[in-house]
C-alpha cells in the first residue's frame, strides 16, 4: 500500500457528500494521501464509472487504492467487493458491473466480499443509503493505510462470479470496421469509439486518409461523411471534423475546437453505431 486513496462518484460537488468520505477517511489515518478521480460521473450511469476507472488507474502508483461509488442499487442485496488487479491496485466498489473494463483490460488477481460487520463506520449500522461513507470510504482508508489487510477484509469470492456489463466491441465489414459509441470526451463532445486502434489500422486505413464515417442511431443513418485521419486536431482546420486515435488507445471522431456531439446531436450506447470505410 502507498497510502493513497482516489475517490469516484457520481455524487457531484454541490453538497457535503465527499468532504464526509474525505472526513471518514481522515479519521482512519491523517496521514492519508487522498485525490480525486471525477465526481462527475452522470447519476446511476455504473458503464461510465467503469469506464472512466480503467481510463485512469493504469497511471497511478502501484498499490494505489481507488473507491469508486455509483451505486443505484445503495441499500439492496448488491453485494461489496475489494478487487486485486493485476498491475497491483486496490479497488472498493459495489458489485454492480464497475469492475466491468478493468477485468477485460487489465484483470483482476483476486476479489474479495466486504465484511460489513467488521467494515463499517462505528454507529453508521441504521444507515442504508450512504455506503460510499459508511463502507467503502472508511474500508478504503483502513486498506490505503494498511490498518487492515486486504485478506482480512471478507472472504474470497471467484474472480469469474462478480457482475460484469456487456461490451460491444467492434467487427469488420467490407472495405471498413464497424463498432460502437461507448462515451464522450465530456468537455470536448469528441466521440470515444469501441475500435481499437491495431484493429482500425489493420483495416489499412493511413494518417491522411479521408475515410467515409456513418454514424447511426438505432440503426438509422445520422451522419455519414468523408472525415481525414490525422495525428491530432490540429492536422485540420478548426471547425472540422478529424478522426484521431484517443488516450487510450481507440479509434475517435472529433471537431477541432468544436464539440461533434453537439453539432449532429450524437449520443452514446449500445443504440449508437459507427463505420469507418475506405
Not at 480503467?54 to 502501484?62: F, L, R
Not at 442485496?77 to 478493468?102: C, E, F, Q, W
Not at 469501441?194 to 489499412?204: A, L, M, R, V, W
Request: net charge negative; charged share 25%.
Amino acid at each position: 500500500m502507498n497510502k493513497i486513496i482516489v475517490f469516484q462518484t457520481d455524487f457531484g460537488l454541490d453538497d457535503g457528500a465527499i468532504s464526509a468520505m474525505e472526513g471518514v477517511s481522515y479519521q482512519v489515518s491523517y496521514d492519508l494521501n487522498i485525490r480525486h478521480l471525477t465526481h462527475n460521473i452522470p447519476q446511476y450511469n455504473i458503464f461510465d464509472a467503469s469506464y472512466r476507472l480503467y481510463q485512469a488507474i493504469g497511471y497511478w502508483p502501484k498499490g494505489t487504492t481507488f473507491v469508486s461509488v455509483v451505486d443505484p442499487g445503495v441499500g439492496s442485496d448488491r453485494k461489496s467487493v475489494v478487487a486485486k488487479t493485476k498491475n497491483g491496485m486496490y479497488i472498493i466498489t459495489p458489485d454492480n458491473g464497475t469492475l466491468t473494463h478493468i477485468a477485460k483490460h487489465i484483470g483482476l488477481e483476486e476479489v474479495r466480499l466486504i465484511e460489513e460487520g467488521s467494515n463499517r463506520l462505528k454507529d453508521s449500522e441504521l444507515s442504508y443509503t450512504f455506503y460510499g461513507r459508511d463502507v467503502y470510504a472508511y474500508t478504503g482508508a483502513r486498506l490505503a493505510s494498511e490498518k487492515i489487510a486486504f485478506e482480512d477484509i471478507g472472504p474470497k469470492i471467484d474472480v469469474d462470479d462478480i457482475v460484469t456489463l456487456e461490451l460491444y466491441g467492434c467487427k469488420r465489414i467490407e472495405n471498413g470496421i464497424f463498432g460502437y459509441i461507448d462515451i464522450l470526451d465530456v468537455r470536448f463532445g469528441s466521440l470515444w469509439t469501441s475500435i481499437p486502434y491495431k484493429e482500425f489500422i489493420d483495416c489499412g486505413f493511413k494518417i491522411g486518409d479521408d475515410i467515409l464515417v456513418e454514424i447511426f442511431h438505432n440503426d438509422k443513418k445520422v451522419y455519414s461523411s468523408k472525415i481525414n485521419y490525422g495525428k491530432s486536431f490540429a492536422d485540420v482546420e478548426v471547425n472540422v471534423p478529424v478522426i484521431y486515435m484517443n488516450s487510450v488507445y481507440d479509434m475517435a471522431v472529433a471537431i477541432n475546437q468544436g464539440d461533434f456531439s453537439k453539432a449532429y446531436g450524437i449520443g452514446v450506447g449500445k443504440s449508437w453505431t459507427i463505420t469507418f470505410t475506405k
